[in-house]
C-alpha cells in the first residue's frame, strides 16, 4: 500500500512559478513509476508529467512541455512538479499518482492516488 500527499498549491499570477511536491509513505518508492495528473472545473482529469522508477526517464503533456518540469528524490520518497511560466488554463487541482508499471497516462493504470492540491492562475 502507498499513501501519497501533495502539498504546494496556491495562487498564484500568471507568469509565475509553483513547485508541487507529493511525499509517498511506504518503502517501495523507489521502485514506483510516478506521475502527476490535473482536472479543471468542468474537465476530465488529464495527464501532465511522469518520471520512471529506475533510470528517471519523463514524459510531459504537449501543453505543459518546456514548462513544468517533474523529478524525483528516493531519499526524501518524493516527487516534484516545478511549474513555470504559468498559465490561467494551468488552474486546475493536481494529483500525485503511482504506479508499478512503466510510464503511461492512462490513468487506469495507476495504482494509487493523492487527494489532489489546488492551482489557482490568475490572468
Request: glycine content about 10%.
Amino acid at each position: 500500500q502507498v499513501q501519497l500527499v501533495e502539498s504546494g498549491g496556491g495562487l498564484v499570477q500568471a507568469g509565475g512559478s509553483l513547485r508541487l511536491s507529493c511525499v509517498a509513505s511506504g518503502r517501495t518508492f523507489r521502485s514506483y513509476t510516478m506521475g502527476w495528473f490535473r482536472q479543471a472545473p468542468g474537465k476530465e482529469r488529464e495527464f501532465v508529467a511522469a518520471i520512471s522508477a529506475s533510470v528517471g526517464m519523463t514524459r510531459y503533456a504537449n501543453s505543459v512541455k518546456g514548462r513544468f518540469t517533474i523529478s524525483r528524490d528516493s531519499a526524501k520518497n518524493t516527487v516534484y512538479l516545478q511549474m513555470n511560466s504559468l498559465k490561467p488554463e494551468d488552474t486546475a487541482v493536481y494529483y500525485c499518482a503511482a504506479t508499478a508499471r512503466g510510464i503511461t497516462t492512462v490513468q487506469a493504470m495507476w495504482d494509487y492516488w493523492g487527494q489532489g492540491t489546488q492551482v489557482t492562475v490568475s490572468s
